[in-house]
């Protein structure tokens, strides 16, 4: 039985991947499920952060968001049985690489699959729709009648935030990147999201958010990252289809949230003044807290909505597509079908 494992030699070095053959596995513990895997989602992975927690290691298993079907379960496992459909995420130091027909997983990474979702839409989706709705119900409360901006919404994430946000009855605004980005967001069921095209550079994102709220700006802002620096001074690396830290601070309305995915956000004084004066608030949305804090574990149930999902993936191309998704370079969210 092959799994899958990512490798750096040094740092800086891009991460190759391989099949490694594996062991049987172990006897299956008092808390664990032996799960069958039918879907497994490819995300980037944050070797940085895996060596800044103390986790890195020599081989890295790839693949933590599956979808499958229970086989065995131990002694002191209460919510699952055998033959019961689940999807979930492994945590960090999982030994487990989901990209492996079968594999042991602790109770509290696993919930129920709905009936009515399939195995690739299940991997596919729950872990942009943990993020999704860690940033609008526990990091901004979004409720009726307030206005959310997703910045470019038809990445897989953004997709579903505009899903929840319109579920939750509120007006959205979403920015793409491309021409196809912008059909793709106007055809996206329920309708209602205000589409603005950012991909000629011509489109200043401050002042139309203003101009559609009437100057009194959004109350909620979920970014993809933004712009630190001018144009002169920014990494050649960094898109320049995002929008600067200040364009966002401007659009902000009283008592907003700004919820941000740039871990290394710095704001200047005159930055934090105008948030202050406006009373709103920052908060970074860190997706693997869900993972890293045992009081959180087992509260992403039924995180489900309709996903922006690639073709799905044969085993036998999984390295190439997870070499594709490390480098950055995979649009819609990979999925390796068994």
């Known amino acids: 039985m092959k799994a899958l494992y990512g490798q750096q030699n040094s740092p800086g070095e891009e991460m190759t991947f391989v099949f490694q053959e594996r062991e049987n596995l172990p006897p299956t513990r008092d808390h664990d499920v032996k799960v069958q895997v039918r879907a497994c989602a490819l995300s980037w992975m944050d070797t940085k952060l895996l060596s800044e927690i103390k986790l890195k290691k020599e081989l890295v298993p790839v693949g933590r968001e599956i979808s499958g079907v229970v086989l065995e379960v131990g002694s002191k496992v209460t919510f699952f049985q055998p033959d019961d459909e689940v999807v979930g995420i492994l945590p960090l130091d999982s030994e487990e690489s989901g990209v492996c027909e079968v594999i042991l997983v602790h109770e509290h990474y696993l919930v129920h699959?709905?009936?009515?979702?399939?195995?690739?839409?299940?991997a596919g989706t729950v872990r942009d729709g943990l993020r999704a709705y860690t940033a609008l119900h526990y990091l901004s409360q979004v409720s009726?009648?307030?206005?959310?901006?997703?910045?470019?919404?038809?990445?897989?994430?953004?997709?579903?935030?505009?899903?929840?946000?319109?579920?939750?009855?509120?007006?959205?605004?979403?920015?793409?990147?491309?021409?196809?980005?912008?059909?793709?967001?106007?055809?996206?069921?329920?309708?209602?999201?205000?589409?603005?095209?950012?991909?000629?550079?011509?489109?200043?994102?401050a002042e139309s958010c203003l101009e559609?709220?009437?100057?009194?700006?959004?109350?909620?802002?979920?970014?993809?990252?933004?712009?630190?620096?001018?144009?002169?001074?920014?990494?050649?690396?960094?898109?320049?289809?995002l929008p600067h830290k200040h364009d966002i601070i401007t659009l902000l309305g009283v008592g907003g949230h700004w919820i941000t995915m740039e871990k290394n956000l710095q704001l200047d004084p005159p930055d934090s003044h105008s948030l202050f004066l406006k009373g709103a608030t920052v908060s970074f949305l860190n997706d693997e807290i869900w993972n890293l804090s045992n009081v959180q574990q087992g509260k992403y149930l039924d995180i489900l909505w309709w996903p922006q999902l690639d073709e799905p993936i044969p085993l036998y191309e999984a390295k190439v597509s997870m070499e594709i998704v490390q480098k950055n370079q995979a649009r819609k969210r990979q999925v390796i079908q068994f």
């Open 113 to 122: 699959k709905p009936e009515k979702v399939c195995w690739v839409e299940a």
């Open 212 to 241: 559609e709220t009437g100057g009194l700006g959004v109350d909620i802002v979920l970014d993809a990252g933004v712009r630190l620096y001018s144009a002169e001074d920014e990494p050649t690396s960094k898109s320049q289809l």
């Open 144 to 205: 009726p009648g307030r206005t959310v901006l997703v910045l470019d919404g038809a990445s897989p994430f953004g997709t579903i935030a505009i899903q929840l946000a319109q579920h939750r009855g509120a007006k959205v605004i979403s920015t793409a990147h491309s021409l196809e980005d912008k059909q793709y967001l106007e055809r996206l069921r329920p309708t209602g999201a205000r589409v603005i095209d950012v991909s000629h550079g011509k489109i200043d994102v």
